[in-house]
């Protein structure tokens, strides 16, 4: 039942896996079967799902599993409770956080499964729970079949120009799940022999930073920062200049915070690079973008007691935030000015100062 089309035949190939996927679920009625159903892609995952309840005569049950599940035998049944479904349907594998704890007990277990549940079921895996399967519990993988569903070229290469688009424009926030998604497109279009456009390709450099960044990998993500940061810079597209050069000083201030002997350079490297970030948006007329990233910068001057900066700072940062900020922004520029304030022993200005910030809050 897998696939073995070529990528440009991939759509009418998964119309064709979805018929085949409808005959084994007839046929399967009174008894246990299982069939595993590998894609990587949440996208298509939901659009094969959407037709395949279009297709089948039988009704299909859902069920989610949560990412803290410890066995899958138990939560199936306890989410089914008296429920005999001609067919169900099981996401949320891949998001298991003790994957191999839950297939190694299914494998154990496996007999219970055909006891006690007379109807086909069907697992969505990724390739990372695929592979974790066909080591970890062997003997149920030998009772399953596994349907492919597969992108064609041009939906990955189209998939990856959106996702990296939004997260530059931060329209999405980036998480693991994307990340992985991402990772694979790339590899399958790497496996295809498609070579990706300079500009996409550094659209990834910059997600991959992201996901070293949020997996604490500060030298891996700086480096993934700074090859992407060279590409949008020779062809002078200054918006993304600014967000990777912010980033880049975010790099930064978690090295100051991991590294409490060496952190005032870590401080001064992060400021230089939020400076930088700065200036590049507003060379692209871009106040928005200053409004939203300056208040990084006070943090960074604060760090550095910088004062007579963040003086200057704050004073810009007020009108910026009126126009495109947040009331929390609004109440740390005066929280900014209160402490210069009470640095230079201005002590009625500073109480005045603190005090805006914290009617703006309770506002």
Not at 45 to 62: A, C, D, G, K, T
Not at 131 to 144: G, I, M, P, S, V
Request: proline share 3%; glycine share 4%; with cysteine.
């Amino acid at each position: 039942m897998s696939n073995q089309q070529e990528p440009e035949n991939l759509a009418p190939d998964n119309e064709r896996s979805l018929q085949t996927l409808v005959r084994a679920i007839t046929f399967s009625q009174g008894e246990f079967s299982l069939i595993l159903l590998r894609c990587n892609y949440a996208v298509l995952r939901q659009r094969m799902v959407q037709r395949l309840h279009q297709l089948s005569p039988l009704h299909i049950s859902e069920i989610t599993l949560p990412a803290s599940v410890k066995t899958l035998y138990t939560n199936i049944r306890e989410q089914l409770g008296d429920e005999q479904p001609p067919a169900l349907m099981v996401f949320g594998l891949e998001s298991i956080k003790d994957i191999d704890t839950v297939l190694t007990s299914a494998n154990q277990v496996r007999e219970e499964f055909r006891k006690n549940f007379p109807f086909p079921i069907l697992l969505w895996v990724n390739d990372q729970v695929l592979q974790k399967f066909l080591r970890l519990a062997t003997d149920l993988e030998n009772w399953a079949t596994i349907v492919d569903f597969e992108n064609s070229t041009d939906e990955l290469v189209n998939f990856l120009q959106q996702k990296t688009d939004e997260i530059f424009a931060g329209d999405v926030t980036h998480n693991p799940q994307m990340c992985r998604e991402l990772k694979t497109a790339r590899q399958d279009l790497q496996n295809r022999g498609k070579v990706l456009e300079a500009a996409l390709q550094a659209s990834l450099e910059f997600v991959l930073g992201l996901n070293n960044y949020l997996h604490d990998q500060i030298d891996a993500a700086t480096e993934d920062y700074q090859q992407s940061l060279s590409f949008w810079q020779q062809i002078n597209y200054l918006e993304r200049q600014g967000i990777l050069l912010v980033n880049i000083a975010l790099a930064f201030e978690r090295q100051a915070e991991k590294n409490q002997t060496e952190n005032q350079r870590y401080w001064q490297e992060a400021r230089n690079y939020l400076q930088q970030a700065i200036e590049i948006f507003e060379q692209a007329q871009r106040s928005d973008l200053v409004a939203k990233h300056i208040t990084k910068l006070g943090e960074v001057l604060r760090h550095l007691q910088a004062w007579s900066e963040l003086q200057i700072l704050g004073e810009k940062s007020l009108p910026l935030h009126q126009n495109y900020g947040t009331s929390l922004q609004l109440a740390k520029d005066y929280s900014f000015l209160a402490e210069v304030a009470l640095e230079q022993l201005r002590w009625s200005e500073a109480h005045q100062l603190a005090g805006q910030a914290l009617q703006i809050l309770t506002d």
